[in-house]
């Protein structure tokens, strides 16, 4: 049976929370160093050497609280609001809004940067580093949740997802990749059958090819190209990642997947969670999975209120 809307919905949720969770723990680790793909879960062996030893198992990373921050603003806000957006970002930072037991750990390099520019006064829309080298995936991380609400065309939700990224990573690149990534997840709630091309193709007219991220899309991403990635912190590397390891048939293939890949595993599996989560739905996330996960009294509400705004309850 297929997945209703509500459950591709909550799937999409859940499935990057999941994902960033069960990859935490194997966090820069080379693929090699790591256990056997089926003996990858959430609470690891206790003669594995752990990333983040002093964070339980099954908590989301910023990964999570910055994806949950960006819902909570959509959610109150009726629309992308930067700078509210970007209070959000400061207040996790600083207080460890969303964050499970209000403990932040593991932050970006290029985030930190923009945090400390908006507590300067810089405004949201040019606080993200805009140089080429500035284009790790922390925007990409956490945009789903924008795909998830957003009612608006295919024209806005490209252009939401490119200022969001903004706020953190100001580089056109990370926001392209950001555009892509939407489409994708928007055309597997629209039950397209091969989603990426779809989005591809939706993303290239919208940009027409004189743009510049039209340049950006096919020079440097190459969205054609059959999907290899390395479970880097590079944003196009972590997409692509993340679209090999969703050619696997399950969520927990998925998730194991793109935590085979080594290096940024709790990253690589958000994103990866976060869509096989839509095209499978909620109740393909392995129940021992969710049952561990910490914090699901901060999700709930936020999902109460995303399946309100989309119509589902």
Aim: net charge negative.
């Amino acid at each position: 049976m297929m997945p209703t809307p509500q459950e591709r919905i909550s799937g999409g949720l859940w499935g990057l929370l999941v994902g960033d969770a069960v990859g935490v723990p194997y966090e820069f680790h080379a693929p090699h160093d790591l256990l056997p793909g089926n003996a990858l879960e959430m609470t690891p062996p206790e003669n594995f050497q752990r990333a983040h030893v002093r964070i339980p198992p099954g908590t989301w990373s910023d990964d999570g609280a910055q994806a949950l921050a960006l819902l909570a603003s959509l959610l109150e806000r009726g629309s992308l609001d930067l700078e509210d957006f970007g209070r959000r970002l400061v207040s996790w930072y600083q207080d460890g809004y969303l964050a499970v037991d209000q403990d932040v750990f593991d932050v970006g390099i290029q985030t930190s940067q923009a945090i400390r520019a908006l507590t300067a006064g810089v405004p949201a829309n040019v606080a993200g580093p805009n140089h080429e080298h500035a284009n790790g995936n922390g925007s990409l991380m956490r945009v789903l949740p924008l795909a998830l609400w957003h009612q608006g065309s295919d024209f806005d939700l490209v252009r939401d997802a490119h200022a969001q990224s903004q706020v953190t990573h100001g580089h056109l690149r990370a926001q392209v990749c950001c555009a892509l990534y939407c489409l994708w997840a928007r055309r597997l709630l629209q039950e397209v059958p091969d989603a990426w091309a779809e989005a591809v193709s939706g993303l290239r007219a919208i940009y027409g090819t004189t743009a510049p991220a039209y340049a950006e899309l096919e020079t440097h991403i190459r969205p054609d190209e059959p999907p290899k990635g390395n479970g880097s912190g590079y944003v196009v590397d972590c997409l692509h990642s993340a679209r090999m390891a969703v050619e696997a048939k399950t969520y927990e293939e998925v998730v194991k997947g793109a935590i085979a890949l080594g290096y940024d595993t709790d990253t690589t599996a958000c994103v990866a969670g976060g869509i096989a989560g839509i095209r499978e739905g909620v109740e393909a996330i392995p129940a021992r999975w969710m049952n561990q996960l910490r914090g699901k009294e901060i999700v709930e509400p936020l999902l109460q209120g995303l399946l309100q705004h989309i119509g589902g309850v």
